[in-house]
Structures are given as structure tokens and as C-alpha cells.
């Protein structure tokens, strides 16, 4: 789309009658209305654009249905064997607001230290400095949202998995699906359809997820495991699903037995609003949340402070503490030095960052990992985050 447009029109793609994708511009605001019409009333247009763009990775190519720019490319390399490669693309003429800029990275085989994902920037030059900084470090794995979260310009991070295909590299009438191309051949289980949602027990607790499809292995081999048969051992053939999620995660029905998805029922759905408003209270992006019942009843969380509790946070002591820096890759980890409650610095948190602050450096994240208070005694504060 052409700079003149920016700002008064707006792009989008809809499916023909025919099932052509196609690609317009619409006024801003337009769009949903643009894309009903077509989808409803349009059966065939002559320009469709269903035409690839090609890419280049080293001797192979990639196709796309966007118009694609590859700004930056380096191959992954492991004992002088070429296993993947890294790039930059800007894709010309992203549909609904998706992102112009990303570095995809596909390397290797996932689950043997493979990696597959994409990173969206807000500028290309941004962009370049990231995979500059990533070609310059020795981290042997990269698809970790951390590593690129603390660099200037980051968007959004999202990972692929072993199957999903991210969206900018559709092709012909291939429908999209949130972050990825539909995925064929995954829609035909009766459990985990597209588009059903689930809740997901996972590390960090509850979430829930949409099901963007699931294959179902019949045999695969388990070397680990073996029956006795005849007074030898004979290798066990076991049937199992692997699910795949919006956000690029997957449920390894084999690994995760124990924790099974749950789905949820049209008039549970409450559940969702429930969690998001929850998720967000923890966050720090609200101090309280309301949920409406049928009946008039409502229920109301809120984060309140105990009057009988006395936080550590301004308390004199030394601390040693692991300082994360905005737009920096490492730590800064040591003694904060012997700290006294003052006007200008009332907690510990003020006083770590008023020093960084002091440097020309902005405090992300801070970790405790103990404190000494004046008389010498130690306190555990391994896992307390601001």
C-alpha cells in the first residue's frame, strides 16, 4: 500500500464464492463491511491475487501470496553443516494490522534443540540491530521471548512449533488462522477442532488456549520402553495426539497424560472473562476487576494491602539483587550497598533505580536474591520480582 493512503485507508483479504483470496483497500473503518460483501456476494474477480512472491533461502526458495522484502539473511550452521537459516523480511502489504516487520528463524528439529518462530519489530532498523545482537552472542538457543523482549522496537514474539506455518508465507487460497496459515490435514480430530477453546494447565499455572489443530500419531516408536515377549524384550508401538495452539505452544498427549486440556462449554464462557481480568490484576494493568452473573450478582476482586504487613521493600539492609536494563542483553548483578529509608529514596526499589537512573539506564525488571540487615543476619528473597 502507498504511502498516500496511510492514515485514511486501511488493507484486508476476504475469500471469494470461489474460494480466490484476494487483497483490498478499503477506507479506514471499512473493512469488516469490505470483506462480508465479498465473501457473501462476490463469486470470481479476474486480478485475484493468488500469485507468490519468492524468496530466496541459500539454493532453495519460499513462497509467499505477500509481497515480500528480504532485508536480512544468514544461514544456521552446526559442524559446517547448514541446519536452517535466520531472516529479516518486510512484508509490503500485511492484511488486518498484522506487523511489517519480523525476523523468522528455522533451524534444526524441534525437540532435538530446533527452533521455529518469528519476532515482530516496529522498524527494520530495529530489526537488524536485534539479529546483529543475536549473531553476536553465544546463546545456543534463541527462541526464548526474554532474549528479545529487552531490545528496543520489540513487538511480539510468537513461536511456530514443528508444523505451523506463519502467515506471511501463505500461499495461493490458504486461509489464515490468527498467527499461522490453516493447518491442513490437523482438522480431523473430534476433540481438539480449530477453533475450540480449552483450558490449559501448563508451568505458569492456568490459561486458556484456541486449538489450531492436532495430528494423531498412530505408531511411534518408544525406544525407552519395552514389553517382555518370549523372554526378550520387544519395543513398545504407542497411539497418541499432539495438539497445537494459537499462541505456538502444543499439549504432548504421551508426555503430559496427567494434565489433559479441558474444554469449554458455550455457557462456561464466563470462565475466559474471568481469567483475563485475573490475569490482568496480576499484571499490574488493574487493581481490581468485576464479573457480571446472571441474576444481578457480580463478583468483585481486588488487590488490597495488609495493615499488619511490614514489606521488606523499605527496609534497611544491604540487598543483592540481579537488575535486568531496558533495550540491554544480560544482568547486573551485585550489592546494593548499605540502604536507609529516605524521602527521596522511601524503598529499596526507588533507591536501584535511582542509581541505574543516575548511569542513563532504564530499569526493567529486578530480582532479590537476599538481603543483610544491620545486624549482620542473612534473608532469602530468591524469587521476589518488581
Same mark, same amino acid.
Request: proline content about 3%; charged content about 30%; aromatic content about 12%.
Given at each position: 500500500?502507498?504511502?498516500?493512503?496511510?492514515?485514511?485507508?486501511?488493507?484486508?483479504?476476504?475469500?471469494?464464492?470461489e474460494?480466490?483470496?484476494?487483497?483490498?483497500?478499503?477506507?479506514?473503518?471499512?473493512?469488516?463491511?469490505?470483506?462480508?460483501?465479498?465473501e457473501?456476494?462476490?463469486?470470481?474477480?479476474?486480478?485475484?491475487?493468488?500469485?507468490?512472491?519468492?524468496?530466496?533461502?541459500?539454493?532453495?526458495?519460499?513462497?509467499?501470496?505477500?509481497?515480500?522484502?528480504?532485508?536480512?539473511?544468514?544461514?544456521?550452521?552446526?559442524?559446517?553443516?547448514?541446519?536452517?537459516?535466520?531472516?529479516?523480511?518486510?512484508?509490503?502489504?500485511?492484511?488486518?494490522?498484522?506487523?511489517?516487520?519480523?525476523?523468522?528463524?528455522?533451524?534444526?528439529?524441534v525437540?532435538?534443540?530446533?527452533?521455529?518462530?518469528?519476532?515482530?519489530?516496529?522498524? /527494520?532498523? *530495529?530489526?537488524? $540491530?536485534?539479529?546483529?545482537?543475536?549473531?553476536?552472542?553465544?546463546?545456543?538457543? #534463541? %527462541?526464548?521471548?526474554?532474549f528479545?523482549?529487552?531490545?528496543?522496537?520489540?513487538?511480539?514474539?510468537?513461536?511456530?512449533?514443528?508444523?505451523?506455518?506463519?502467515?506471511?508465507?501463505?500461499?495461493?487460497?490458504?486461509?489464515?488462522?490468527?498467527?499461522?496459515?490453516?493447518?491442513?490435514?490437523?482438522?480431523?480430530?473430534?476433540v481438539?477442532?480449530?477453533?475450540?477453546?480449552?483450558i490449559?494447565?501448563?508451568?505458569?499455572?492456568?490459561?486458556?488456549?484456541?486449538?489450531?489443530?492436532?495430528?494423531?500419531?498412530?505408531?511411534?516408536?518408544?525406544?525407552?520402553k519395552?514389553? /517382555?515377549? *518370549?523372554?526378550? $524384550?520387544?519395543?513398545?508401538?504407542?497411539?497418541?495426539?499432539?495438539?497445537?495452539? #494459537? %499462541?505456538?505452544t502444543?499439549?504432548?498427549?504421551?508426555?503430559?497424560?496427567?494434565?489433559?486440556?479441558?474444554?469449554?462449554?458455550?455457557?462456561?464462557?464466563?470462565?475466559?472473562?474471568?481469567?483475563?481480568?485475573?490475569n490482568?490484576?496480576?499484571?499490574?494493568?488493574?487493581?481490581?476487576?468485576?464479573?457480571?452473573?446472571?441474576?444481578?450478582?457480580?463478583?468483585?476482586?481486588?488487590?488490597?494491602k495488609?495493615?499488619?504487613?511490614?514489606t521488606?521493600?523499605?527496609?534497611?539492609?544491604?540487598y543483592?539483587?540481579?537488575?535486568?536494563?531496558?533495550?540491554?542483553?544480560?544482568?547486573?548483578?551485585?550489592?546494593?550497598?548499605?540502604?536507609?529509608?529516605?524521602?527521596?529514596?522511601?524503598?529499596?526499589?526507588?533507591?536501584?533505580?535511582?542509581?541505574?537512573?543516575?548511569?542513563?539506564?532504564?530499569?526493567?525488571?529486578?530480582?532479590?536474591?537476599e538481603m543483610?540487615?544491620?545486624?549482620?543476619?542473612?534473608?532469602?528473597?530468591?524469587?521476589?520480582?518488581?
Amino acid at each position: 500500500m502507498s504511502d498516500k493512503y496511510e492514515g485514511f485507508w486501511e488493507g484486508g483479504e476476504a475469500k471469494t464464492l470461489e474460494g480466490d483470496i484476494v487483497q483490498f483497500t478499503c477506507k479506514e473503518g471499512f473493512r469488516k463491511q469490505v470483506r462480508g460483501i465479498i465473501e457473501a456476494s462476490v463469486g470470481e474477480i479476474d486480478t485475484a491475487q493468488t500469485a507468490c512472491t519468492e524468496i530466496s533461502h541459500g539454493g532453495l526458495g519460499r513462497y509467499s501470496r505477500y509481497k515480500l522484502i528480504q532485508r536480512m539473511y544468514t544461514l544456521v550452521m552446526y559442524d559446517d553443516i547448514a541446519i536452517g537459516f535466520t531472516e529479516i523480511l518486510e512484508i509490503k502489504n500485511p492484511p488486518d494490522n498484522r506487523k511489517g516487520v519480523v525476523i523468522y528463524r528455522q533451524a534444526g528439529d524441534v525437540g532435538y534443540g530446533g527452533e521455529r518462530f518469528f519476532v515482530e519489530w516496529d522498524t /527494520v532498523k *530495529n530489526a537488524k $540491530k536485534a539479529m546483529d545482537i543475536m549473531m553476536s552472542t553465544q546463546l545456543t538457543q #534463541h %527462541d526464548d521471548q526474554r532474549f528479545w523482549s529487552r531490545l528496543p522496537g520489540f513487538k511480539r514474539f510468537v513461536n511456530c512449533q514443528e508444523v505451523l506455518t506463519p502467515w506471511f508465507y501463505a500461499v495461493g487460497t490458504q486461509c489464515l488462522v490468527g498467527d499461522f496459515v490453516f493447518p491442513e490435514g490437523m482438522n480431523d480430530d473430534p476433540v481438539f477442532s480449530v477453533g475450540k477453546r480449552f483450558i490449559v494447565i501448563g508451568k505458569e499455572g492456568f490459561s486458556v488456549k484456541t486449538c489450531v489443530g492436532a495430528r494423531f500419531i498412530t505408531e511411534e516408536l518408544r525406544k525407552d520402553k519395552y514389553a /517382555v515377549h *518370549n523372554g526378550g $524384550k520387544t519395543e513398545i508401538r504407542e497411539n497418541f495426539r499432539i495438539v497445537y495452539w #494459537h %499462541d505456538g505452544t502444543v499439549w504432548d498427549e504421551l508426555k503430559d497424560v496427567n494434565n489433559p486440556p479441558t474444554p469449554i462449554r458455550e455457557d462456561k464462557l464466563w470462565i475466559i472473562e474471568a481469567m483475563n481480568k485475573f490475569n490482568k490484576l496480576l499484571n499490574g494493568d488493574t487493581e481490581e476487576f468485576t464479573i457480571d452473573f446472571v441474576g444481578g450478582h457480580k463478583f468483585k476482586g481486588e488487590l488490597i494491602k495488609d495493615r499488619h504487613c511490614n514489606t521488606f521493600s523499605n527496609a534497611p539492609g544491604n540487598y543483592l539483587a540481579v537488575v535486568y536494563i531496558k533495550g540491554h542483553i544480560g544482568t547486573h548483578k551485585g550489592w546494593s550497598g548499605d540502604f536507609v529509608p529516605t524521602e527521596q529514596y522511601p524503598t529499596i526499589l526507588e533507591f536501584i533505580k535511582g542509581k541505574f537512573k543516575a548511569l542513563g539506564k532504564d530499569v526493567e525488571r529486578i530480582e532479590f536474591l537476599e538481603m543483610k540487615d544491620k545486624d549482620g543476619k542473612v534473608k532469602k528473597w530468591k524469587g521476589v520480582y518488581y
